[in-house]
């Protein structure tokens, strides 16, 4: 009691003491770190991120009269998704929010040759239990819902980066790409000046608070 009372008062912290005696101990983890298997635990749990729609992007490229792919963006979307030693998503779009930069073509696209969007308002992308290879890329299939037919698609996730939050909590990111055919899901407008192969590419940003 002397000795604590020694230390205390010639400056030293009782946190101080504390980690002195975890090393006298022979372990240098310090107080009131997580425990081994909560740590494990969260890990393979992950942490679920809300999409921030302001700091994401949906984007798609088709091939036109097989001479240059062609960009545009669907802008109307929200979602959810985890990551951990496995990843899963959740991702809702309205297929009306389709921008190729002309109102005319946009129009195009939302008609029965290409989205039909009047009769299948949303495109659905989902996936779960993506499991974490060596090189740290999710892999696995995935679900497209697409003019109301659900496919499996094969798809490769990069965690893009994490940080603090300007609220609070955590921001963090991913990007993946996945190739389908359109005549799949029943979209056959204009095959052979646009080629039947599409591809998205999803890069979101989430926030978990």
């Not at 979602?79 to 389709?98: H, Y």
């Not at 890329?137 to 659900?150: E, I, Y």
């Amino acid at each position: 009691m002397r000795i604590k009372k020694a230390l205390i008062g010639g400056g030293i912290s009782l946190s101080a003491l504390a980690l002195m005696s975890a090393a006298y101990l022979g372990t240098s983890a310090p107080v009131g770190a997580q425990p081994a298997k909560e740590a494990a635990k969260d890990s393979a749990t992950g942490k679920e991120y809300k999409v921030d729609t302001l700091h994401s992007s949906i984007l798609f490229k088709i091939k036109h009269m097989n001479a240059a792919y062609f960009y545009g963006t669907l802008n109307d979307f929200s979602g959810t998704f985890t990551f951990g030693e496995t990843f899963s998503t959740n991702v809702t779009v309205k297929a009306d929010s389709v921008d190729s930069r002309n109102d005319k073509r946009d129009e195009h696209i939302r008609n029965p040759d290409f989205f039909s969007s009047k009769e299948f308002p949303e495109m659905t992308f989902s996936a779960k239990g993506l499991k974490k290879s060596a090189d740290g890329v999710w892999k696995g299939a995935g679900d497209l819902t697409f003019r109301g037919v659900t496919k499996p698609v094969e798809i490769q996730v990069t965690k893009t980066g994490s940080g603090p939050a300007r609220g609070g909590g955590e921001v963090a990111g991913f990007e993946t790409s996945f190739t389908f055919k359109r005549s799949d899901f029943g979209s056959t407008g204009l095959i052979g000046p646009l080629s039947d192969e599409v591809t998205i590419i999803v890069s979101l940003e989430g926030i978990n608070k």
